[in-house]
DNA sequence: TTGACTGTATTATATGGCTAGTACAGTTGG
DNA sequence: CCAACTGTACTAGCCATATAATACAGTCAA
């Protein structure tokens, strides 16, 4: 059964896609593998404290990513493979990097300031 | 008078956003300065194709924050110094970093890899 | 078998972001 | 002076996010 122990939904963006991010991020990071169960819609819902419709929501779209598979009456079950799992990786390090390169350009700060900068706040955590 | 020639809106993120972010990091660069004249809310809003009133929670929003200054009548001017600007970076860019540095460690990336992945995607643009 | 769980679907309501249109008072330059 | 600009304020509507309540059919273990 996945964990949602590591699970800290922030405000500003849809929990929706939190969730969606939590379970791709965790698949890349390989402590979510293929066959783990997840949580029900409403179990997860009363852990998170949020409404089912957006835990499903969420789970919805899993679905449509071909991550998940779920049938009426049984839980629904991570479908990962080595293909899918390095396609994820390579989007969502393409997306998240992309977005700070951007920041940190449009901030004037030089490529060799960026990495000393990562470096740093790596360990300040 | 300020250029928005280099702004380009992403979709996910709120346009007004955006645009505080995009007067902030010009401030932090140095290409924005102290006294530089603000577009008027309705020629912005034509030039980017979007809402005056959007416009206006933007330039609102840089007004609580005391970094323009307006008047009735009279175009909105950055009001900025020294301290404001150190104090922009630091916040703009620790918000920036721990994102980048939170989404790289749920993907089970070390620090190494996340400054050899910076160095990479950095040239790639 | 059967009761408690599961996924799925529907309708309704509230809030925030964005758009559209209108209005009014202050300034600026010819 | 005054026409054209400026900031500011307000109402109304649309869409996405999130909530709430309910319903129904499939699975699974005791």
Same mark, same amino acid.
């Given at each position: 059964?996945?964990?949602f %122990? #590591?699970?800290?939904p922030t405000? /500003? !963006?849809?929990?929706?896609?939190?969730i969606l991010?939590?379970?791709?991020?965790g #698949?890349?990071?390989? !402590?979510?593998?293929?066959g @783990?169960e997840?949580?029900?819609r409403?179990?997860?819902? #009363?852990?998170l /404290?949020?409404?089912?419709n957006t835990?499903?929501?969420a789970?919805?779209l899993?679905e449509e990513e @071909?991550?998940?598979?779920?049938? #009426?009456?049984?839980k629904s079950?991570?479908?990962i @493979?080595e &293909?899918?799992?390095r396609?994820? *990786? &390579?989007?969502?390090?393409? +997306? %998240?990097i *992309?977005s700070? !390169? /951007?920041?940190?350009?449009q901030m004037?700060?030089?490529r &060799?300031?960026?990495i000393r900068l990562i /470096?740093?706040?790596? %360990? &300040? +955590?």
């Open positions: 059964m996945i964990s %122990d #590591a699970f800290k405000d /500003g !963006t849809p929990i929706y896609q939190q991010l939590y379970i791709e991020r #698949a890349v990071a390989g !402590t979510i593998r293929d @783990d997840l949580p029900s409403r179990v997860l819902s #009363a852990l /404290g949020i409404n089912p835990v499903q929501k789970f919805h899993l @071909d991550l998940i598979e779920s049938q #009426a009456g049984a079950v991570m479908k @493979d &293909e899918k799992i396609k994820l *990786r &390579e989007n969502l390090l393409r +997306e %998240d *992309r700070i !390169t /951007g920041a940190l350009r004037g700060i030089s &060799e300031e960026a /470096g740093q706040y790596w %360990d &300040e +955590e």
